[in-house]
């Protein structure tokens, strides 16, 4: 079965960061797609950020560029979150989520994907 495990979560002031990280396992196969999506209170999810394994496929939200980065460790089958200059409007539940199809990470929509970790609270504020 395939797991994600999140951490990393937490109150910061308005331009402080924040690591999140994800640990994925349970994938047969060599590629697939992962990433980050958040829901703030009253709003639908969105993708923030999402990547396949191999690189190819990549998304970033407007709202986070060059603010936030995805990295990953493939030993580790982990990826992370840098978030950098955090804003008030970047409070929301972060989820970590994957799926099996490598390309769908090029629209990172949460319709497409499989399976999800728990949440991790991100508050920014003073």
């Known amino acids: 079965d395939v797991q994600l495990q999140a951490s990393g979560g937490g109150l910061v002031q308005p331009g402080g960061s924040l690591r999140l990280s994800c640990a994925a396992s349970g994938f047969t196969s060599d590629d697939y797609a992962i990433g980050w999506f958040r829901q703030a209170p009253g709003k639908e999810r969105e993708g923030v950020i999402c990547i396949s394994k191999s690189g190819i496929s990549t998304y970033y939200a407007d709202s986070v560029k060059g603010r936030f980065t995805i990295s990953s460790d493939n030993t580790k089958n982990t990826v992370y979150l840098q978030m950098n200059s955090l804003k008030p409007e970047d409070t929301a539940v972060y989820f970590c989520?994957?799926?099996?199809?490598?390309?769908?990470?090029?629209?990172?929509?949460?319709?497409?994907?499989?399976?999800w970790g728990k949440g991790t609270q991100v508050t920014v504020s003073q």
């Open positions: 989520a994957a799926d099996p199809t490598p390309w769908v990470a090029a629209a990172c929509h949460p319709d497409g994907m499989d399976f």
